[in-house]
């Protein structure tokens, strides 16, 4: 196995992610654990993660000692290269030139962790630090424009650093710098398949369920289907899984998700709450708060339904809790995630909440959903936000402004499904601003809503760049939502990656 010691990136659990690709089992465990734990793993290799602190500031987690005394192979990725650093006597300071984002990658010298690596390559950098002088051990292996040191490697160990990001979709030849690391560097044996996490998971849930019942939060998305569709196959009929139309949902949503999931023989009970939400919601502009309103309200229409011996579950997958709630690391938080509000957490201190899909990415969970026979239409589907159409709806949200969003939006989709661009986006939307802008419509002035159209490409939902449209579709795209939504005269297209943007605009 590969052990991770988590320093707070935001992308941790992406690094396990990639190593479980290549079928190498790998753990997250913080750079506190005691030696003796991880000694008792008898780990392969040891890869350091990220992290937004500073090495040199005063209570930054630092690199333990037994890391390089169990004699294994060494990855530092970014935060993990500069204690590497730090710690063999380079210096590490404050860089002039931050670099976030794509940046040009150079091999500067021959090592087993570059093998197969083209001499030139575009990799993911996200760093306001970086290497000033290496340790007297290590030598440079490559570097980039604003990073004289993006790659070392130590002159007799098998101790190397990296700043930039290979665990991200973007790094072009990522997987390269891992799979060289995990299987030219560590020798670990690739056996290990999603197939066991499913029967693993089943009986976990088994285990831990016992004979009370489940009270199961249906979305209609990919994620809460799947966890559906898992739980049935664990618990059968103790599984209660309920639809809320919180009133915040796509066009025509509510009977789709309904007729759906009857064929995949999860029988849903449908609660209408529009009205309630959108009365919590009124006079609300604020994202944090919309969110909150939105997770309190959820508690409060479940908590009839779940007895006191009931267990509540729910389809959050690890980037809803890594960007909401420091796990295993000291990780900033980026939003509020309507899963992790305090009532949500209170169940959580009380044991009372199910979530068998916290540890994984979208891919991995559409993987569990074919392992599971569910058709590809349904794990198709683009990703949508739990707090639905209320962080789409910008400033205020109410039934009208939901009215012209959902037309909108329902144009876009529509259109790239006929184009047969829908399946080559990872997400797409839109976005209603709290902006009005002049327009001319026929011979009239108008002063109507703006909208903005976000369309990226991504993997795992961690990075994204935005999705270069052709012009031809966006035009007609354009359009058709000037001409047919009455209340929008001016479209814009979102052309900002994440990071530093994310994908939803709230």
Known sequence: ????????????????????????FAEIFPPTVAHAKIASLRPSGIILSGGPASVYEKGAP??????????????????????LSRGGGGTVARSNERE?????????????????????????????????????????????TNCPFAAMAHKNKPIFGIQFHPEVFHS????????????????????WHMKDFVSHTIEALREEIGTRRVVCAVSGGVDSSVMAVLLAHAIGDQLKPVFVDNGLLRLNEGAQVKAMLARLGVKLKVVNAGKEMLAA?????????????????????F?????????????????????????????????????????VLALMEAGRVVEPLAELFKDEVREVGRLLEMPADVLGRHPFPGPGLAVRCLGEVTRERLDILRKADAIL?????????????????????????VGVMGDDRSYDNV????????????????????????????NRIINEVRGINRVCYDVSSKPPATIEWE
């Open 303 to 343: 908590n009839p339904m779940i007895g006191k011996s009931d267990l509540l579950a729910q389809g959050t997958l690890y980037p809803d809790v890594i960007e909401s709630v420091s796990t295993r690391g000291p990780s900033a938080t980026i939003k509020t995630h309507h899963n992790r509000v305090k009532e």
């Open 281 to 301: 919601l009124k006079d609300v502009t604020d994202p944090e708060e919309k969110r909150r309103i939105i997770g309190r309200k959820f508690i409060d229409i």
């Open 172 to 191: 072009q030849e990522g997987m390269t710098w891992l799979r060289n690391f995990i299987f030219s560097i560590c020798r670990t044996p690739a056996d």
């Open 1 to 24: 196995m590969i052990i991770i010691l988590d320093y707070g990136s935001q992308y941790t659990q992406l690094i396990a992610r990639k190593v479980r690709s290549l079928h190498v």
């Open 413 to 437: 989709i529509q259109e790239l499904k006929s184009t047969g661009e829908y399946d080559k986006i990872w997400q797409a939307f839109v976005v209603l601003l709290p902006v009005r802008s």
């Open 451 to 478: 909208a903005a159209v976000r369309c990226v490409t991504s993997s795992d939902g961690m990075t994204a760049n935005w999705y270069p449209m052709p012009p031809e579709i966006l035009g007609r795209i354009s």
């Open 100 to 144: 976030y984002g794509l940046a040009e990658l150079r091999i500067r010298a021959k090592s087993p962790l570059v093998e197969g690596v083209s001499k030139t390559s575009h990799v993911w950098m996200s760093h306001g630090d970086k290497v000033e002088k290496l340790p007297p051990d290590f030598r440079v292996i490559a570097d980039s």
């Open 62 to 83: 630092q690199l333990p000692a037994w890391v390089l005394q169990l004699n294994v192979p060494v990855l530092g990725i970014c935060y993990g290269m500069q204690l």
